[in-house]
Each structure stands twice: as structure tokens, then as C-alpha cells.
């Protein structure tokens, strides 16, 4: 099976610019779950989609948003871009468990660099 | 915030010893996972061990857990230099907050 595969692998915008990130799940599974990682921070949890619906979100400002489509594939949008968002954005895709997280696998991410 | 908090932040051993990183995390959680993360494979899934499992083995990684005292232990043994990497704990608390990573061990093994 193919991997999770992100597009862009790297992005540099400006302050005020939106983004969209891409991401294409493992065939099969129907959660995708996205991060963020830098290095102050280090990892932490943007939002999960299952199914089209977003089932949990991190805390992160309104700004950050994301989506799902029918084939289980995602998209995430930073609108407004700040300097601190400048980040690698990770997506990860697991075979969903009702109430807990299973293994996930991830994508080689996108660097985003915001000038 | 973090849940999981790696120890020791940095640790550099010889290929062929063992090396053992801790996690300690603060609430209760339904499992606990270890991820490697190198340039080159990216972020790696190695290992999960449930709420009302003690100790479970994959290869040469052997991963404790102590929820009374909400821990656990990550073990490589015969490491390689292939094992340098950052290694990251990771837990869940019933799926409301996606998986909580801690900072992370950063593991070198020298030659």
C-alpha cells in the first residue's frame, strides 16, 4: 500500500497570505489527524477528521481549519498567516477506534516558512 | 500542553548497548505510544501498549508501563546507528485531544 503522501513538501508564504495543505490518507483508513511541530512546541494536535466530520480539534486559533472529502482525503487551511506559524505540518491516518486513537502513520509533512 | 515528558532530554551511547528513555505523563490515558522520527523516514510508529498492559516486546524494543505511577519505559537493546533518532512518547485520554506528545529523547549512537 502506498504511504500517506502531503503536498506541498515545502511552502513559503508571507504574513497575512493564506495556505492549503494537501494530504492523501493510506487507502482504507478514514481517520486523518493533522499536526503541528516546531521546536519550541514540539508536537502538537491540529484536528481529526472521520468520515467527512471533524470529530476533535486542538487548540489552536480559528485560523486553522480543515476539511475532509468523500475519498477520505484532507485539506487544511491556514488563513491570515502569522510569523509563529512557520512550522512542519504533519498528517497522519490510522483505522479509526471508537474512542481511542490507534496507530498512525504518517506523512513526510510540509515545512511552512512564513517571511 | 504536553502530556507526555521524555527523559533524559539527550542521551549518546555505543552501538551495541542499551538504551532506555522514560515517559512520564499526568492524567490518566486509554494507551500510550512510542514514535521515531528521523530525517530520513520521517515520524515512525514503534510501538502501543494499552491502559491494562504492563509490558509488551516488538524486536528489540521492549516498552513498559506503570499507570499508578504514570510512567513508562522505552528499551532498545544491541542499538545501531541506524537507532539514532528522536524518540517520542505519546498518549490519549479517550480520544478528545488527538495524541498529546511529549518533547521527545534525542538518541545518538556513536560507533
Known amino acids: 500500500k502506498a504511504g500517506v503522501t502531503q503536498t506541498p513538501r515545502y511552502l513559503i508564504k508571507t504574513r497575512g497570505q493564506q495556505v492549503t495543505l494537501s494530504c492523501s490518507p493510506i487507502?482504507?483508513?478514514?481517520?486523518v489527524s493533522w499536526y503541528q511541530q516546531t521546536p519550541g512546541q514540539g508536537l502538537q494536535f491540529l484536528f481529526e477528521?472521520?468520515?467527512?466530520?471533524?470529530?476533535n480539534k486542538g487548540n489552536f486559533p480559528g485560523r486553522f481549519s480543515g476539511r475532509q472529502f468523500s475519498n477520505s482525503r484532507s485539506e487544511m487551511n491556514v488563513s491570515t498567516l502569522e510569523l509563529g506559524d512557520s512550522a512542519l505540518y504533519l498528517c497522519?491516518?490510522?483505522?479509526?477506534?471508537?474512542?481511542?486513537?490507534?496507530?498512525?502513520?504518517f506523512g513526510p509533512g510540509t515545512r511552512l516558512t512564513v517571511l | 500542553s504536553q502530556q507526555g515528558e521524555e527523559d533524559p532530554q539527550a542521551l549518546s551511547i555505543q552501538e551495541g548497548e542499551n538504551a532506555t528513555m522514560n515517559c512520564s505523563y499526568k492524567?490518566?490515558?486509554?494507551?500510550l505510544q512510542w514514535y521515531r522520527q528521523n530525517s530520513g523516514r520521517g515520524l515512525v510508529h514503534l510501538i502501543l501498549?494499552?491502559?491494562?498492559?504492563r509490558e509488551k516486546h516488538s524486536g528489540r524494543l521492549r516498552v513498559t508501563l506503570d499507570t499508578s505511577k504514570k510512567s513508562s519505559s522505552l528499551l532498545i537493546t544491541a542499538s545501531r546507528a541506524a537507532d539514532t533518532a528522536s524518540y517520542f512518547c505519546?498518549?490519549?485520554?479517550?480520544?478528545?485531544?488527538?495524541?498529546?506528545f511529549g518533547k521527545g529523547t534525542h538518541l545518538i549512537i556513536q560507533p
Open positions: 501498549i494499552r491502559s491494562n498492559e
Open positions: 492524567t490518566s490515558i486509554n494507551n
Open positions: 487507502s482504507g483508513h478514514r481517520s
Open positions: 497522519a491516518s490510522s483505522l479509526a477506534g471508537l474512542l481511542t486513537y490507534n496507530e498512525q502513520f
Open positions: 505519546a498518549t490519549e485520554e479517550g480520544g478528545a485531544d488527538g495524541l498529546t
Open positions: 477528521y472521520f468520515s467527512e466530520t471533524q470529530r
